[in-house]
Nanobody, 124 residues
Framework: QVQLVESGGGLVQAGGSLRLSCAASARTFSWNAMGWFRQAPGKEREFVAVTAGNSYTTRYTDSVKGRFTISVDSAKSTVYLQMNSLKPEDTAVYYC?????????????????WGQGTQVTVSS
């Protein structure tokens, strides 16, 4: 059983930065891809970023490219999402998730473990 615990959310003004952390209860980063997703009120959960297992190849949704960075500290079993130049449209609950596979995926159904989510609110 893998437990994922997110932290680092909060309220920030537009243009500001936040760093989200996702701590895992087990050493899973050596193989499984890890992703970040978000869900805004009234909207479906959507892909944000992913880092593939082993290679740590990263992919991002177009709206966050150049502003967000996903990274892994395997020694700490923690995945991060550095968010810069935040916009009001980034407001959402952010979730980290572990993929069943090592290759990156933006399909929610490929992820078998999810954190509880952390709220990010960006004011204009």
């Amino acid at each position: 059983q893998v437990q994922l615990v997110e932290s680092g959310g909060g309220l920030v003004q537009a243009g500001g930065s936040l760093r989200l952390s996702c701590a895992a209860s087990a050493r899973t980063f050596s193989w499984n891809a890890m992703g970040w997703f978000r869900q805004a009120p009234g909207k479906e959960r959507e892909f944000v970023a992913v880092t593939a297992g082993n290679s740590y190849t990263t992919r991002y949704t177009d709206s966050v490219k150049g502003r967000f960075t996903i990274s892994v500290d395997s020694a700490k079993s923690t995945v991060y999402l550095q968010m810069n130049s935040l916009k009001p449209e980034d407001t959402a609950v952010y979730y980290c998730a572990r993929s069943r596979y090592s290759t990156y995926s933006w399909n929610l159904r490929d992820y078998d473990y999810w954190g509880q989510g952390t709220q990010v609110t960006v004011s204009s």
